[in-house]
């Protein structure tokens, strides 16, 4: 009985040190660039995107919250900020648009407004 209340001990004190294991984050090289997946304390995905070879971000860039839920879409180019980056938050998206690293506009968009009605 005490070799048995012992084990049992044991197993759950391994399993609580597993369950407290971070993710450490993942770098995979892949078409010449690497790839990268960052993760919060919780286990689930933070970011995901690219680096070149000699470190600039490229491509398009997801960031994630602690529940897996998207909240950034970003792209890169060599280094860059580019093209169209969404950010959702509480309802909210705002779609702000780069070139060449400068902020050419902003739109908000809100789940509290129409944006397109039919008659």
């Known amino acids: ?13 391994s399993a609580a040190l ?5 993710k450490k984050n993942v770098y995979e090289v ?14 689930q995905i933070s970011q995901t995107g690219f680096y070149t ?3 600039k971000l490229q491509g398009n860039w997801y960031s994630y919250d602690v529940k897996g839920k998207k909240t ?3 792209k890169y180019e060599n280094g860059n900020k ?3 980056w969404f950010f959702w938050t509480d309802g909210t998206l705002k779609e702000v648009d780069y ?10 968009w809100s789940n509290e407004r129409a944006l397109v009605t039919r008659d």
Request: aromatic share 4%.
């Open 1 to 13: 009985m005490k070799k048995l209340l012992i084990l049992i001990v044991a197993l759950i004190c």
């Open 18 to 22: 597993f369950s407290q294991e971070v």
């Open 30 to 43: 892949e078409n010449n660039l690497i790839k990268v997946t960052m993760f919060h304390d919780n286990g």
């Open 53 to 55: 070879l000699d470190g």
């Open 72 to 74: 950034a879409v970003a």
């Open 82 to 84: 580019t093209g169209k």
């Open 99 to 108: 070139s060449t690293n400068a902020i050419v506009s902003v739109v908000e």
